[in-house]
């Protein structure tokens, strides 16, 4: 497909178990995003890839969240014992590559999120 | 503390009208501002966006205003159709940074 893709797109988890979330930026897409998006507010920044490199991660809420992008083109957000505040939409998001803000190169493209809910 | 507040939540017009959505924010670091749209069950899609050196940024329907010395931005829809009917999020960027800083959104709908 054109878009970004995420899976899956929901998730129900029990408090304390382990989830593993999944994206599919844009192929060619240099630059990739995760966000946290809580009812009725906005996303919100967890970590940044550049390729394969983890660039910023000054996002993620705790060590129980954790990011990674091995090949620089799919990425796993893992998030270890699940919380009942963790319940959000997940949203990854990428570009094509670093540019000057506000051009085509450094728009972001978001995928349609994954909602995990954690009981 | 939010740097960029949306402070109406909603906001319905009638078709054909004027939508103004409306956005302030409290870095005068950012840069760039960008008006995301979003339907449910999808992801944002940008829209339309401003730099800080502009005041205005027209894209057909949709003009993005900003005032810097009330630190404010506006967008406006003309004529708004039914297809508007979304939630519209206010993001704004800062220089080095490669993260976007989203407001909470306002929930436009417009009646036929």
């Known amino acids: 497909g054109a878009g970004v893709s995420q899976s899956p797109r929901y998730k129900v988890a029990k408090r304390g178990q382990d989830v593993a979330l999944r994206c599919d930026p844009i192929?060619?897409?240099?630059?990739l995003f995760w966000y946290q998006q809580a009812l009725g507010q906005g996303p919100e920044f967890l970590t940044y890839?550049?390729?394969?490199?983890?660039?910023?991660k000054s996002g993620l809420p705790s060590d129980r969240f954790f990011a990674e992008r091995p090949e620089g083109s799919v990425s796993t957000l893992k998030i270890q014992r699940t919380q009942q505040e963790d319940s959000a939409v997940y949203l990854c998001?990428?570009?094509?590559?670093?540019?000057?803000?506000?051009?085509?190169?450094?728009?972001?493209?978001f995928g349609p999120g994954t909602r995990l809910l954690v009981l | 503390d939010q740097q960029v507040k949306q402070n109406s939540p909603s906001l319905s017009v009638q078709e054909g009208r004027i939508s103004i959505l409306n956005c302030d924010y409290t870095?005068?670091?950012?840069?760039?501002f960008l008006w995301y749209k979003k339907y449910p069950a999808e992801g944002p899609t940008f829209l339309i966006s401003?730099?800080?050196?502009?005041d205005k940024n027209e894209d057909g329907r949709f003009t993005v205003f900003l005032n810097k010395s009330a630190k404010h931005l506006s967008l406006h829809i003309v004529p708004s159709q039914p297809g508007d009917s979304a939630v519209y999020f206010c993001a704004a960027h800062t220089p080095g940074r490669r993260a976007l800083t989203f407001g909470s959104g306002t929930r436009l709908q417009v009646q036929p």
């Open positions: 870095n005068s670091m950012f840069d760039y």
């Open positions: 998001a990428s570009s094509l590559r670093w540019g000057l803000a506000g051009t085509i190169e450094e728009t972001q493209y």
């Open positions: 890839f550049q390729n394969e490199a983890q660039l910023d």
């Open positions: 192929s060619g897409h240099v630059s």
């Open positions: 401003i730099s800080s050196i502009k």
